[in-house]
C-alpha cells in the first residue's frame, strides 16, 4: 500500500511538471502577422463586416498558445478564399463584450458566420482541411 502511494505521486508531479513544461513552451509561439485578407474585426464593425459575406470569425487572444498555433492555419485559408468568403478575427482581450454576445466560453472559438447569422462553431486547433471543406459546405 506504502509503495503504491509513492508510485502515484510520482506519476503525478511528473505529470504535473509536464504540464507546466508544455505550457510554457505553447507561450513561446512567435506571434504571426495576419494576412491581408483576414478582417479585424471590432464591437463597431461587427455586424457589417459579417453582413451578407460567409466569414469565419477566429476568437483568440495573445497569450493563447493554440491560438498562436491556429494563426498560420488561418492565413493559408484566408489566401485561399474566394469570392464572398473571408476569415476575420476578435481579440477577445480587446473586445470582451462580442466574447460574452456569442458565448465564447474557450479560445480558440472559431465561429463561421453566413449573413451575420451563426451556421457553425468550432472549439481549438483544427486543420486547414477540416476548415475549408466548413466554409465550403455552409
Not at 506519476?11 to 505553447?26: D, G, H, N, P, Q
Not at 459579417?50 to 498558445?65: E, S, Y
Request: aromatic letters at 10%.
Amino acid at each position: 500500500m506504502h509503495t503504491a502511494l509513492i508510485i502515484s505521486g510520482i506519476v503525478m508531479a511528473t505529470f504535473v511538471f509536464l504540464l507546466f513544461r508544455a505550457k510554457a513552451s505553447m507561450k513561446n509561439i512567435p506571434l504571426v502577422t495576419d494576412h491581408e485578407k483576414i478582417i479585424t474585426l471590432t464591437d463597431r464593425n461587427f455586424q457589417s463586416q459579417t453582413k451578407n459575406k460567409l466569414v469565419l470569425v477566429d476568437f483568440w487572444a495573445a497569450w493563447c498558445g493554440p491560438c498562436r498555433m491556429m494563426a498560420p492555419v488561418l492565413n493559408e485559408v484566408a489566401g485561399e478564399l474566394k469570392g464572398n468568403a473571408y476569415v476575420g478575427k476578435v481579440n477577445v482581450e480587446q473586445y470582451q463584450s462580442l466574447a460574452q454576445k456569442y458565448k465564447v466560453r474557450g479560445i480558440p472559438t472559431l465561429v463561421l458566420f453566413k449573413n451575420g447569422t451563426e451556421v457553425g462553431r468550432f472549439v481549438g486547433v483544427k486543420s486547414k482541411d477540416f476548415l475549408l471543406k466548413q466554409i465550403q459546405s455552409a
